[in-house]
């Protein structure tokens, strides 16, 4: 999708519509949204992230649209699927950094400590610290409305994901 935005500058610039210093920016602005949506399947620090934030803070709700759905796909945060509409806007934007933000560094660090306190830890005992969550402030509102309204086939499959992603970093 954002490949063909690009190609379609490449034009632009070909019949001098556009100067290379603006289509240098407008790749490497694309190319931020597409680590970011790309962050969503793989491991991605913390300074990482708030970079892409501070670059893409003025990109269109279309992104964080799109970076919900693929959450959602990734985590299988079923029930947030009825947020996916026409009104979604730069308020639920900033619900869905909260969230994402959450899942990818927070419950990474929590899950993290979880491994050096028990070496032996487990599906068990990451879906303990998962409901736990429900019960605290800090918890965003769109993780926890994902977790009450959630089945367990998508519980279990959230667990997995995030259990999977602590073990890609490596014996803490």
Do not use: H
């Amino acid at each position: 999708m954002l490949d063909s935005i690009i190609l379609g500058r490449v034009v632009d610039f070909e019949v001098n519509e556009i100067d290379q210093c603006d289509l240098n920016a407008e790749s490497l602005y694309l190319y931020d949204q597409n680590c970011l949506l790309d962050s969503v399947k793989t491991k991605v620090s913390k300074y990482d992230l708030l970079y892409y934030y501070d670059v893409l803070s003025e990109a269109p709700a279309d992104l964080w649209k799109l970076l919900l759905r693929n959450m959602i796909e990734y985590y299988s945060l079923n029930s947030l699927k009825s947020l996916l509409t026409d009104s979604f806007d730069n308020s639920i934007s900033e619900e869905v950094r909260n969230l994402f933000f959450f899942i990818k560094i927070k419950m990474s660090d929590m899950i993290g400590d979880l491994r050096i306190e028990n070496k032996n830890y487990s599906k068990e005992s990451v879906l303990y610290l998962i409901k736990d969550l429900l019960k605290k402030e800090t918890t965003p509102r769109l993780f926890k409305y994902a977790l009450q309204y959630t089945d367990r086939e998508s519980l279990n499959n959230l667990t997995l994901k995030l259990m999977l992603e602590q073990k890609e970093t490596g014996d803490d």
